[in-house]
């Protein structure tokens, strides 16, 4: 049965902990689907993947490009799209524009912004008002790398406040879940505890509804791994390998035999 924006929820009042992972291709995200995987995130983390320095670059077109691969793969997950930088941030009307075209052309179900400032707040009640399910994203905002830099957030009692601040107001404006980035494991907790909806973390301690994880760093493929990732096996090491053993044959002309 296909995993919905109500059934997290319903997951979060029964405590059954979700998994999150990201994917930006078809085999990728279809293994993932097939391996229990709750919710899959077209994070644009994607643009790292690309051999952007920052998620600033990527555009909405290439996200939408990515998404379909990823929906044509999946039949149980939820799948949710970032909205990528300045695709939301300018009016109402663009971010409605921007989330009304993912849905309509990939097939996501959701939507995800970064963010709990006013005007954010604004934009996730109009967009929810249009029947477009949108998931929050507070703490480390990587679309804001260049004000706050990559560093854990909400470390002093001012930013913490602010924090747990911008994620009440996100639930009060309609999302159905919320990313915690990089935000000290008491503050998730206490936002956790706080909210109905369920906290999605990724660096933010094991007292958060779920965890997701960017599926490169998990797999060991990135060549940089961010403090708080967990590396389950190294296939950047396997690919190599294999790589360099069929160079061999080839060269060697044992391959094909």
Not at 115 to 121: C, I, Q, T
Not at 221 to 229: G, N, S, W
Request: charged fraction near 20%.
């Amino acid at each position: 049965m296909a995993v919905t924006t109500q059934q997290l929820i319903q997951w979060k009042q029964q405590g059954r902990a979700i998994v999150a992972l990201t994917a930006w291709d078809y085999a990728i995200a279809q293994i993932l689907d097939a391996a229990g995987v709750d919710l899959i995130l077209v994070g644009d983390s994607m643009a790292v993947v690309l051999g952007y320095e920052t998620t600033l670059p990527i555009t909405l077109e290439e996200m939408l490009h990515h998404a379909k691969a990823v929906r044509r793969a999946v039949k149980r997950a939820l799948v949710v799209v970032d909205l990528p930088f300045l695709t939301y941030q300018e009016s109402v009307q663009q971010a409605m524009h921007s989330a009304g075209r993912v849905l309509k052309e990939t097939g996501a179900q959701a939507v995800k912004l970064e963010g709990g400032h006013p005007a954010m707040l604004e934009t996730v009640e109009r967009l929810v008002q249009a029947g477009i399910p949108v998931m929050g994203h507070v703490g480390l905002t990587p679309q804001s790398v260049h004000q706050l830099g990559l560093r854990q957030q909400g470390k002093t009692q001012e930013a913490s406040l602010r924090i747990l601040n911008e994620a009440i107001a996100l639930e009060q404006a309609g999302v159905f879940s919320i990313v915690l980035e990089h935000i000290p494991a008491e503050l998730a907790l206490q936002i956790t505890l706080k909210l109905r909806i369920p906290t999605i973390g990724i660096g933010a301690g094991s007292d958060c509804d779920g965890q997701v994880l960017v599926t490169s760093d998990l797999l060991g493929l990135t060549e940089k791994q961010p403090p708080f990732a967990k590396v389950y096996t190294n296939l950047r090491e396997t690919i190599t390998k294999a790589v360099q053993d069929y160079a061999v044959e080839v060269k060697e002309r044992k391959f094909p035999e």
